[in-house]
């Protein structure tokens, strides 16, 4: 088995980008999955602690995605630079991701749409985007949470309802978030609204 076998909506990595793993102990997905896992946990206490900075920047995207990744990946907090199944072209990454984050904070200040609606929005445009090698929807799942969390809101359940549902495994969870991620590409943003609820 490849250790960085992609299955339905994940990101494959090119044999470059793989190269950047860390550890030559990770030999599975398992072991990546295992370790990717403890290295988030890490950066999701860090970036709670954060609240009261600037989280709409593109210098604290990239940083929340090095530590998230930091002890698995060389290229951690680094913008893609090579094609993908999704996302636009590598280099216009750091525009586009100014544009979103600057739509993100003017909504918010002209309430434009609800907060949760306005976090998923920011959700699917960071997806959408896909600014780095792997960890996209993690990564992109996390900011959504730290932004409600920053407005005083409570994060999404992102499906799991109570439950320990991993989005990154296959699952009948993972299969209503990349459809509702689909939709949100066509413009219809309410099947995820109700998925980061349910």
């Not at 860090?46 to 290229?75: G, N, P, Y």
């Not at 929807?137 to 409570?154: C, S």
Request: net charge negative; glycine share 6%.
């Amino acid at each position: 088995m490849e250790l960085y076998e992609a299955h339905d909506g994940m990101t494959p990595l090119d044999a470059q980008e793989q190269e950047g793993l860390k550890s030559p102990a990770i030999a599975t997905r398992d072991d990546l999955n295992t370790a990717e896992k403890a290295n988030i946990s890490k950066a999701e206490s860090w970036a709670k602690r954060q609240l009261k900075k600037d989280i709409l920047s593109s210098s604290f995207l990239c940083e929340v995605h090095r530590r998230m990744f930091t002890d698995v990946w060389t290229w951690a907090g680094e913008y893609r630079r090579s094609g993908k199944n999704i996302g636009v072209d590598a280099y216009r990454i750091p525009t586009e991701l100014i544009a979103r984050l600057n739509d993100t904070r003017y909504q918010l200040e002209n309430s434009v749409y609800s907060v949760s609606e306005i976090a998923a929005r920011l959700h699917h445009q960071l997806v959408y985007i896909h600014p780095f090698p792997d960890g996209n929807g993690r990564h992109a799942r996390l900011i959504a949470d730290l932004l409600m969390l920053q407005q005083k809101e409570k994060p999404f359940t992102w499906g799991q309802d109570g439950g320990e549902t991993d989005l990154q495994a296959r699952s009948e969870n993972r299969k209503q978030y990349i459809t509702a991620l689909r939709a949100a590409d066509e413009h219809n943003i309410d099947p995820l609204l109700k998925f980061v609820h349910s």
